[in-house]
C-alpha cells in the first residue's frame, strides 16, 4: 500500500455550511504579507542603467567652439539646431545623452550656456555635438 491511496480517489469535500469564497477575496487574504512597501519601484531603479559622461578630445571641443562662434553670429534669426548632449541624473551617478531640435533662443557666453526656445537651458561643456538644421 502507497502512501494516501486510501484517500487518492475520494471525492474533493465542498461544505455545506461555508459558502465557497469568491476569488478577489481569496487573493485580499494575502495582501498582509505585501510589507515592503515601494521594494519594486527600489528594485526598479537599482536596475536602471545610466550612461557616463565621456570627456571631449581637444579636436572636438574646438570644432564645437568653433560651431558655437557661428551660431552666435545669426542668434537674432534663431536658427534651428540639432543638440547632442549629457544631462545627469538626478538619483544617481552618470545620466543620458539626449538629442533635442529646436529653435535656438540665446547663447551665453559668459555662464557658457546655451538656451533653446523651448526654454531648456544646456552647459558649454554638457555638449557633445551641436548643428544647424
Known sequence: MDNYDDIINLPHHVSHSHP???????????????TLTGY????GEAARLTDQFTEL???????????????LLSINDHPSVVVHFFKPDKR???????????????????N???TLADGTNIEF???AKIRKT
Do not use: C, H, N, W
Open 92 to 110: 544617481k551617478s552618470g545620466g543620458d545623452y539626449m538629442t533635442l531640435t529646436a529653435q535656438l533662443k540665446a547663447i551665453d557666453t559668459v
Open 57 to 71: 578630445s581637444e579636436y572636438d571641443k574646438s570644432k564645437l567652439d568653433a560651431t558655437l562662434a557661428e551660431l
Open 125 to 127: 561643456d554638457a555638449i
Open 40 to 43: 519594486d519601484s527600489a528594485i
Open 20 to 34: 465557497r469564497m469568491p476569488m478577489i477575496d481569496r487573493a485580499g487574504q494575502f495582501a498582509p504579507f505585501a
Open 112 to 114: 557658457r550656456i546655451l
